[in-house]
C-alpha cells in the first residue's frame, strides 16, 4: 500500500515540481501544468500517460489501474493506492513529470540519475542482480 505521503515526498523530489489544491483535491505541476493528481481522500491518484501505456495498465491490472473521467480519453490513468506496487508507482509519477516538463529540465534530471545514459534503470520483475539469495529464489 502506497500512502497519500509517499506519493508526495516522490513528486517532492521531482525538479520544479509543485502541489496545488485544485477543485478541492492536490494536484501536482511542473511550470503550472498538470502531472498528476490525487483523490481528497488520499486512497486514488491519477497520472499522465500515453494512450498506450494506459490499455497496457488498465488491460494487466484492472484492480489497480483504470480509467479516469474526463483526462481519460487523453491517456491519464487511475491508481488504486491500496494496491500498486510502489516502484511502479514511482516510475508512473517520473514519466507523467517527463512528458509534460519542458525538454531541457527533462534533460537536466536525467543526466543526473545513476545508469548508462544518466536515466535511472528500471527494476527487472524482482530480480535483484546483486543479491545472490534472491537469484536463487528466480531459479
Known sequence: MVTADELRQVVQALPEAEERETWGHPTFRVRDKMFAAMSDDGREASVKATKEEQAGLVAAAP?????????????????????????????????????????????????????????????????????????QEQQ
Open 63 to 135: 484492480e489497480t489501474f483504470g480509467i479516469p473521467a474526463y483526462v481519460g480519453r487523453h491517456g491519464w490513468v487511475s491508481i488504486q493506492l491500496a494496491t500498486v506496487d510502489p516502484v511502479e508507482l514511482h516510475e508512473l509519477l517520473v514519466e507523467a513529470w517527463r512528458l509534460t516538463a519542458p525538454k531541457r529540465l527533462v534533460t537536466g534530471y536525467d543526466s543526473d540519475q545513476p545508469g548508462p545514459g544518466g536515466r535511472q534503470p528500471r527494476p527487472t520483475d524482482g530480480y535483484d542482480q546483486g543479491d545472490p539469495a534472491a537469484a
